[in-house]
T-cell receptor
Framework: GENVEQHPSTLSVQEGDSAVIKCTYS??????FPWYKQELGKGPQLIIDIRSNVGEKKDQRIAVTLNKTAKHFSLHITETQPEDSAVYFC???????????FGQGTILTVHP | DTAVSQTPKYLVTQMGNDKSIKCEQNLGHDTMYWYKQDSKKFLKIMFS???????INETVPNRFSPKSPDKAHLNLHINSLELGDSAVYFC?????????FGEGSRLTVL
């Protein structure tokens, strides 16, 4: 089955800096790569996703890049703000009834 | 108007008891899921139903029994609770790949 590795497990940045979180996956058949943000006491919420026919996607301060050959994808957050502080999860899947395998999560802390 | 709602939000119970968590979605999605999030925040799929039919069962102990009375509801019943069942259980629904999660049900087994 699919295996997703996510790094780093914790990331601390100053407000205004950029943050990058990286994930690798094992199943070359995976074709859908979403990123979720989980705030304390809440369920994960989709922030951006990318499909395997696209190499990069951007939405305001958030961007995701995908390298299918190397089987890795990354989340980039620019001009970080304290409200970006949360746990971020990458996931891979799309091959079987929408089954997603999640990475281990990254705790992002943005210091004012 | 909550898209995916689950009850109860908190559940504290003794080992050996049986408990249920209910989930409802008003998004009209065909597929619903149960995910388990352990103390290290790791999210793992347990079950998935598509139009009331079980399609994913991820080697979960048979003490866990999901039930989908209709495509808007997916409940989770757990028999003979064990300490290791303590976790946050998330219900989710999907139509085109994006998962919409509920707020979670924190289960504590004493």
């Amino acid at each position: 089955g699919e295996n997703v590795e996510q790094h780093p497990s914790t990331l601390s940045v100053q407000e205004g800096d950029s943050a990058v979180i990286k994930c690798t996956y094992s199943d070359s058949a995976s074709n859908y790569f979403p990123w979720y943000k989980q705030e304390l006491g809440k369920g994960p919420q989709l922030i951006i996703d990318i499909r395997s026919n696209v190499g990069e996607k951007k939405d305001q301060r958030i961007a995701v890049t995908l390298n299918k050959t190397a089987k890795h994808f990354s989340l980039h957050i620019t001009e970080t703000q304290p409200e970006d502080s949360a746990v971020y999860f990458c996931a891979a899947g799309g091959t079987s009834y929408g089954k997603l395998t999640f990475g281990q999560g990254t705790i992002l802390t943005v210091h004012p | 108007d909550t898209a995916v709602s689950q009850t109860p939000k908190y559940l504290v119970t003794q080992m050996g008891n049986d408990k249920s968590i209910k989930c409802e979605q008003n998004l009209g999605h065909d597929t619903m899921y149960w995910y388990k999030q352990d103390s290290k925040k790791f999210l793992k799929i347990m079950f998935s139903y598509n139009n009331k039919e079980l399609i994913i069962n991820e080697t979960v102990p048979n003490r866990f029994s999901p039930k989908s009375p209709d495509k808007a509801h997916l409940n989770l019943h757990i028999n003979s609770l064990e300490l290791g069942d303590s976790a946050v259980y998330f219900c989710a629904s999907s139509q085109t790949g994006e998962l919409f999660f509920g707020e979670g049900s924190r289960l504590t087994v004493l």
